[in-house]
């Protein structure tokens, strides 16, 4: 059949709506001789498929055109076109708000106090990473007609406080130390304080945070609060551990059970503490009553509000305590410390402990070494014996140098407990009977209650005298 346009009156092609393809058919037979594949392809080029012609297929049809008479042949395929993909943000940490669950332990058990961990950043540390949107890759219709391919959206940095970029936009920084968070309209931003709106309880559990931290409620037994920055607590804080590089302010006061620890880098404020242990590199500052608790200050305690109670427990200051009443009239034991240190002292105490226990163990060492030279006199040394006898010699060699250096420390420390012109304890109302003042290495104990007096270091002795 040499006319195409005889051909075209036994068999149509038609293009499906995307133009992607293209399906023949024969639309009558009666009187259809013999075609080639050449003829196929001019009809289908006058139709206009002219791209992904499937060279198989025609060959096949006009071989044997029977068998697809009944049925719609693709004969032609385009190539579809890729869509790039968005770019996006990759963030460094997890920003989703459903990650508050108890931390996993090791053991395969679950810590239900480990619930919220927050983003710390430290200034200059990395946030997130933009990756660029790919382009998309074009198409081609049977028609020829070449189809694009959608490209994917830059993605954008939703800048927010305390973040800078880099030059080429591509990475987000924290510009502060702080803890990441997301605000509205997604915006990144790192803050300098995290708040608390209520008790740090099962709820909120541990925290540890490298800003300040407040708590609109209060800490309750057993959590744990760290921070790099300050801590204030609008509320009370139980048995539980505070420690803070900076100061640390209790409005509610502390009544702790004896368990826990406050502890400051700085200055530790509160309204009272209760059956306390609390340490401050610099001051402790009570308005109300410090009462059977451990204190420690590297400088002075005050507890000089309108009650000013200290009574019961040991308070430490590396120069001053200041109260307005020490003791009661039960002669509670209470133990006052002032001139040193209060980490010298411990330092001391454990020093001195240790020398102790050194000499007791020298002790032994050299029986047992006497008992074995006098077996090696009469020829009665057995090989375990004699090497017994080496390790002994060098157990005590090491424990004489460790006593030595040991108490060159205590000297050392007790020097400095003779440094004691500043320090004093200080009664603004009345000391009572069974209270202890300790000024660098000399002590006395008050048998009779005083009203306004002061407790300072004289020629090897404390002395109380009146306030003027």
């Known amino acids: 059949m040499s006319n195409p346009?005889?051909?075209?009156?036994?068999?149509g092609v038609r293009l499906a709506?995307?133009?992607?393809s293209a399906v023949l058919t024969f639309k009558k037979t009666d009187g259809l001789g013999d075609f080639s594949v050449d003829e196929l392809r001019e009809l289908l080029h006058d139709s206009g498929v002219v791209f992904g012609l499937r060279e198989d297929t025609l060959a096949a049809v006009a071989a044997n055109p029977k068998a697809y008479y009944d049925s719609e042949t693709v004969v032609a395929n385009g190539i579809p076109a890729v869509d790039g993909q968005d770019g996006k943000i990759n963030f460094v940490y997890r920003m989703d708000s459903d990650s508050?669950?108890?931390?996993?332990?090791?053991?395969?058990?679950?810590?239900?106090?480990?619930?919220t961990q927050l983003n710390n950043v430290q200034k200059g540390q990395l946030i997130a990473e933009r990756l660029p949107a790919v382009e998309g890759q074009p198409g081609k219709a049977v028609t020829g007609e070449v189809i694009n391919g959608r490209?994917?959206?830059?993605a954008r940095f939703k800048v927010g406080k305390n973040v800078v970029l880099n030059p080429e936009q591509t990475a987000m920084y924290?510009?502060?130390d702080g803890m990441i968070a997301k605000t509205d309209r997604d915006k990144i931003n790192v803050f300098p304080v995290y708040e608390v709106n209520g008790d740090v309880d099962y709820n909120i559990g541990n925290i540890d945070f490298v800003g300040t931290v407040v708590i609109r409620g209060n800490v309750l037994t057993g959590f744990r609060v760290r921070a790099a920055g300050d801590i204030r607590v609008i509320g009370g804080v139980e048995g539980a551990e505070l420690e803070s590089d900076g100061s640390?302010?209790?409005?509610g006061g502390i009544v702790a059970g004896n368990k826990g620890l406050v502890k400051a880098g700085k200055n530790v404020k509160s309204s009272f503490i209760q059956d306390g242990n609390v340490v401050a590199g610099?001051?402790?500052?009570?308005?109300q009553s410090i009462m059977h608790s451990h204190v420690r200050a590297g400088r002075s305690v005050i507890c000089s509000g309108a009650k000013g109670l200290l009574v019961g427990g040991a308070v430490q200051a590396g120069e001053r305590v200041t109260a307005r009443t020490v003791g009661n009239t039960m002669s509670t034991a209470t133990t006052i410390e002032v001139g040193v240190l209060p980490e010298l002292r411990a330092e001391l105490t454990e020093l001195r402990q240790q020398t102790r226990s050194m000499a007791d163990n020298l002790d032994k060492t050299e029986k047992a070494l006497i008992l074995l030279d006098q077996m090696a006199a009469a020829g009665q040394l057995s090989p375990d014996k004699m090497a017994l006898r080496v390790k002994l010699n060098a157990t005590k060699r090491q424990t004489t140098q460790e006593m030595k250096e040991g108490r060159e420390r205590i000297l050392e420390i007790e020097k400095t407990l003779e440094d004691t012109d500043r320090a004093r304890v200080e009664v603004i109302n009345t000391v009572y009977g069974g209270t202890k003042v300790v000024i660098g290495r000399y002590t006395r104990f008050v048998k009779d209650a005083a009203q306004r007096v002061y407790f300072h270091y004289s020629e090897g002795d404390v002395v109380m005298s009146a306030i003027y």
């Open 17 to 20: 709506a995307d133009s992607m």
């Open 5 to 11: 346009v005889a051909l075209n009156t036994f068999i």
């Open 248 to 251: 640390i302010e209790i409005t």
């Open 100 to 115: 508050r669950k108890p931390a996993e332990l090791d053991d395969g058990t679950v810590d239900f106090k480990e619930i």
């Open 282 to 287: 610099e001051d402790v500052l009570v308005s």
């Open 174 to 176: 924290a510009a502060i």
């Open 151 to 154: 490209s994917g959206k830059e």
